[in-house]
């Protein structure tokens, strides 16, 4: 016992608090936008992923991370049983808003993909930490790229071009940290930049074409596609400075936020809480990747290093894409604002990287 208040007091708190409180956050916006509808389910179901979230993440700070640096097998069945559950959506997964992403269980949904990004992270760790000399060879490169690209194509058919676009930025991060070639580098961007010209022109659904459309030409479809950011972006100006109050957002309350749960709790919780509320929410956005930076940077070797490198890559984007969906920056693309937006695989997920973290942090 007292070993185990030994280890507790050695945890990161900062880290622990600020994604706690980010949750919580969440959990205060997803409980106001259930009060109109008198739904409480998926805010029950939040609470309960919560807590499953953050006894992995105590239970994970209790290993050690070498467990996944020495184990290269056990990171390929990960990687492997991953990649056979994207496969399975296909076949098995329930079809919500035209995209097979996850599994329905009563109740409850599984989402594999956040999953398969924390497998990813640890199995990127650890193939650059043990080819960082000899990251002049292309071959590396490639190779890397085929770990990423065989689940990222699963999810780019679902069709989910958001979490696509994370996987992308995930293996980009660790390639520039792990100390890539500019002349390489900018041959991947030009094969990227091809791809994306092919992917208009024969893999993008008509309603993914659509989302990109109203948000270049938002007059276009105003009533259509447009609509959604429009009444995001109402419901943002409307906040003002200390927001609506809980519950009181019209946007929000009266159906005009379209789900105000997932890709549009920016804005309800700028309606109702205001430029103060979106402060903190930012602020304890910027404690949490400081933190996560911090444990990268005193890393004694490459693979927590890049671990924590990679666990930033999939939370920073995430964050600003959302933002910039919220905003009209960018146009929509389906990606939930970590910690804070509804979603239980997402939120154990997290806290289960979290939970390495802290292992890495205490068991140098």
């Known amino acids: 016992m007292k070993e185990f208040f030994i280890h507790l007091k050695k945890l990161d708190w900062a880290l622990i608090s600020s994604a706690l409180f980010l949750a919580v956050i969440g959990l205060i916006s997803i409980y106001s936008s259930s009060l109109s ?64 992403s996850w599994y329905k269980f009563g109740p409850f949904v599984f989402d594999p993909k956040v999953f398969t990004m924390l497998v990813l992270i640890i199995l990127l ?24 690209f065989l689940p990222a194509s699963l999810i780019f058919l679902q069709p989910d071009f958001g979490s696509f676009l994370i996987f992308v930025f995930l293996w980009t991060a660790i390639l520039i940290i792990s100390g890539i070639k500019l002349r390489h580098f900018l041959i991947l961007v030009l094969a990227g930049l091809i791809f994306l010209i092919f992917s208009w022109s024969f893999l993008l659904k008509d309603y993914q074409k659509d989302r990109i459309i109203s948000f270049v030409q938002p007059q276009a479809d105003p009533q259509g596609m447009g609509w959604s950011q429009q009444q995001a972006k109402i419901a943002i100006g409307s906040g003002g400075i200390f927001g609506k109050g809980i519950g009181r957002g019209s946007q929000t309350q009266y159906g005009f936020l379209t789900v105000p749960q997932t890709d549009f709790i920016f804005s309800a919780i700028a309606e109702e809480m205001g430029f103060v509320g979106i402060l903190v929410l930012l602020t304890i956005f910027s404690v949490l990747i400081l933190r996560i930076f911090k444990i990268a940077m005193s890393a004694e070797s490459n693979f927590p290093r890049l671990f924590a ?56």
């Not at 991370?65 to 959506?89: E, Q």
């Not at 804070?340 to 289960?352: D, E, K, N, Q, T």
Request: net charge positive.
């Open 37 to 100: 509808g008198s739904d409480f389910l998926n805010f029950k179901k939040q609470v309960i992923f919560l807590i499953i979230g953050l006894f992995l993440m105590l239970v994970f700070s209790f290993f050690n991370w070498r467990v996944f640096k020495d184990n290269p097998y056990l990171i390929l069945f990960l990687y492997f049983l991953c990649f056979l559950a994207l496969a399975g959506l296909f076949f098995f997964a329930t079809e919500i808003r035209q995209v097979k």
């Open 125 to 148: 760790a650890k193939f650059f930490s043990t080819r960082h000399i000899e990251m002049y060879q292309i071959r590396h490169i490639l190779l890397s790229g085929v770990y990423v």
């Open 309 to 364: 490198v990679g666990l930033a890559a999939i939370l920073i984007p995430q964050v600003f894409i959302n933002i910039g969906m919220n905003l009209g920056l960018l146009p929509i693309i389906g990606i939930p604002l970590p910690l804070v937006s509804y979603g239980g695989s997402g939120l154990v997920a997290i806290f289960m990287g979290l939970g390495i973290l802290q292992s890495i942090r205490i068991k140098r």
